[in-house]
């Protein structure tokens, strides 16, 4: 049996860059050697592609940096293939399908996705317009709000905009959420307790983004599900995030052994789940999502079912609530990733018998 061919692009010109590599190597090893030839594709923090070729230390090294790295290449269409190709040797080799693990901007907002579509290469997750809005939780929460769909109140800034905490506080109250628009894995985000932690918490949002939200801080659970499919999407079972940190924080969710633990499946009642797998594959459609998708919430001592946000790219790493809470529903590792590569390539088919010419 021919191997298919599967690009895995990783790193990336983003603040998630490190979180990248260690998804990327658990997708590595979860491939099958008998069906797939991964070809390992990392992006620098300066925005250059370079062929992984020692695959042995980057599956034994979930910390692996992008450094050192020579072998330079470059995507090219040929009578209809798409290639990998170096710049200083010989290498080519034709890409089957890639799977962008890349995490933030610069590969989760569509901009990668994009470059692929132009490429004409079958690609894991999301096209553009349902990767762009994912990312951008101001254009990703008005759509969900005009769907009916319940969501946190927000409000949203620009760079130079006057920001008056005295008015926020008044729509708003206390605690309150101050978030980049744009990013993900909770880089830039604050809570905010008072005025001179308010602040502090704008500066940093505007550190990562140029556009930052402001939200009500909802008390409740923390719950995820994930989603699977493109026109027709599945939700597996919820887990619970079960935090020791004051919100589910970037060194919660990757460095803290102690900064929080999960329950799977979460304990909620039968109406609760299919309220929250309904809503999840609801706002996987609302969103224009395909392949893959993370759909976080908070469940409120009254029931209530809030969207916090959706994640195009879920992490992949050991820890990451996306293949946990599939593999807790009874698809495996290693079958998640057939499905996700098998729906990039049946997405990629049926857009290629789409007419481009009208007579």
Known sequence: MKKIKVGIIFGGKSSEHEISIMSARNVFSALDPKKYEPLLIGISKNGKWYLQEDTDKFSSSATLMLQNLENEVRLVTKNDDTNLVSSINNFSSKIDVVFPVLHGTNGEDGTVQGLLKLAGVPFVGSGVLGSAIGMDKDVAKRLLRDAGILIAKFIVFRKGEEIDYAKVVKQLGLPMFVKPANNGSSIGISKVKNKSQFSQAIRDAFRFDRKILIEEAIKGREIE???????TPKASIPGEIITTHEFYDY?????????????????????????????????????????????DFFVTKEGKVYVNEINTIPGFTNISMYPKLWEASGVSYSRLIDELIDLAIKRFEEEKKLQTTYA
């Open 251 to 295: 060194e919660a969710k990757y460095f803290d052994k102690n900064g929080a633990r999960t329950e799977i499946p979460a304990k909620l009642s039968s109406n609760t789940i299919k309220l929250i797998q309904e809503t999840a594959c609801r706002a996987f459609q609302v969103l224009n999502c395909e392949g893959m998708a993370r759909v």
């Open 225 to 231: 599900c994930s989603v699977l499919g493109n026109g």
